[in-house]
């Protein structure tokens, strides 16, 4: 069935209550009723951008070299996509009147729980178009989330949500996770690091304070003196304060050379892509 339009301006019109009721959830009973009507089942990747972790690098204390980037993960599913449908707007940064980032590259959405999505909202591309999609979105300095994400099932009106396979292109200022550090635990642990990813400050580190500006979207890093430290639990390894610093004093590491094979295994099982492949 078909979204209804006037869900859209809903969001537009409460999105920026979203700290309000991130907060309200770390009350038990309201809590587990928002875990289970929006986010029962969800596992949701942040990835590093490709520029981070480049091809035939060295990029850990262990040498791995030639590590796929992590782009890599988003093809694989795209390709395995019997559906897949391109949304012409952000609802994130439509609902904040984003001026830094352009709103009109929104989620692509595979799976054939697209299929329902109201047409109005964006449209069917095929393999190319979807590809291309995503590396203009990275173009534009936005960060992937991929994986299943049962609140936009609820909010587009399709299903099942196990059917649905959303990849979200975010940028720091406007992004939905930006409650992470004020939701309930339940919740925020189903939004997570790639498999293997970490950020390190090295003893390059001025204190200089650029990383801590508007860039980590989940206010992970901060001073401590005259050096930048690094929440670990918070950090979801988008690596944006790697690729903000001036001095190359953040450092992305991978600690597995399989890490785009695990990220595949853990999302593949959540969420079912098969479809006629009409539109591949």
């Given at each position: 069935?078909?979204?209804?339009?006037?869900?859209?301006?809903?969001?537009?019109?409460?999105?920026?209550?979203?700290?309000?009721?991130?907060?309200?959830?770390?009350?038990?009973?309201?809590?587990?009723?928002?875990?289970?009507?929006?986010?029962?089942?969800?596992?949701?990747?942040?990835?590093?951008?490709?520029?981070?972790?480049?091809?035939?690098?060295?990029?850990?204390?262990?040498?791995?070299?030639?590590?796929?980037?992590?782009?890599?993960?988003?093809?694989?599913?795209?390709?395995?996509?019997?559906?897949?449908?391109?949304?012409?707007?952000?609802?994130?940064?439509?609902?904040?009147?984003?001026?830094?980032?352009?709103?009109?590259?929104?989620?692509?959405?595979?799976?054939?729980?697209?299929?329902?999505?109201?047409?109005?909202?964006?449209?069917?591309?095929?393999?190319?178009?979807?590809?291309?999609?995503?590396?203009?979105?990275?173009?534009a300095g936005l960060v992937h989330l991929v994986g299943r994400n049962k609140l936009d099932s609820v909010w587009l009106n399709v299903g099942?949500?196990?059917?649905?396979?959303?990849?979200?292109?975010?940028?720091?200022?406007?992004?939905?996770?930006?409650?992470?550090?004020?939701?309930?635990?339940?919740?925020?642990?189903?939004?997570?690091?790639?498999?293997?990813?970490?950020?390190?400050?090295?003893?390059?580190?001025?204190?200089?304070?650029?990383?801590?500006?508007?860039?980590?979207?989940?206010?992970?890093?901060?001073?401590?003196?005259?050096?930048?430290?690094?929440?670990?639990?918070?950090?979801?390894?988008?690596?944006?304060?790697?690729?903000?610093?001036?001095?190359?004093?953040?450092?992305?590491?991978?600690?597995?050379?399989?890490?785009?094979?695990?990220?595949?295994?853990?999302?593949?099982?959540?969420?079912?892509?098969?479809?006629?492949?009409?539109?591949?």
């Amino acid at each position: 069935m078909t979204g209804p339009y006037w869900m859209k301006t809903l969001i537009n019109k409460t999105f920026s209550q979203r700290f309000f009721w991130s907060k309200l959830t770390r009350h038990p009973p309201f809590g587990r009723m928002v875990d289970k009507l929006l986010f029962e089942g969800d596992d949701i990747l942040y990835l590093p951008k490709d520029r981070v972790v480049p091809i035939g690098e060295t990029v850990d204390a262990d040498h791995i070299q030639g590590t796929a980037v992590p782009s890599a993960l988003l093809e694989h599913f795209i390709r395995e996509a019997g559906f897949r449908w391109r949304m012409d707007f952000c609802i994130c940064r439509d609902s904040s009147g984003c001026r830094d980032y352009p709103t009109d590259l929104g989620c692509l959405f595979l799976g054939e729980a697209a299929r329902g999505i109201n047409p109005k909202f964006g449209r069917p591309v095929g393999e190319a178009e979807a590809l291309e999609h995503v590396a203009r979105c990275r173009e534009a300095g936005l960060v992937h989330l991929v994986g299943r994400n049962k609140l936009d099932s609820v909010w587009l009106n399709v299903g099942p949500s196990h059917r649905l396979l959303t990849i979200c292109n975010c940028c720091p200022c406007c992004c939905l996770w930006k409650v992470l550090p004020t939701i309930d635990t339940r919740i925020s642990r189903k939004v997570n690091r790639m498999p293997g990813v970490r950020l390190l400050v090295t003893d390059k580190c001025v204190g200089c304070g650029t990383c801590t500006r508007g860039v980590c979207f989940v206010d992970a890093i901060t001073l401590d003196g005259k050096r930048a430290v690094i929440d670990d639990a918070r950090c979801r390894g988008c690596g944006r304060c790697a690729d903000a610093c001036p001095n190359g004093s953040v450092r992305l590491e991978i600690d597995r050379p399989d890490y785009i094979e695990a990220a595949i295994e853990q999302i593949a099982g959540l969420v079912d892509l098969s479809g006629s492949g009409e539109h591949a």
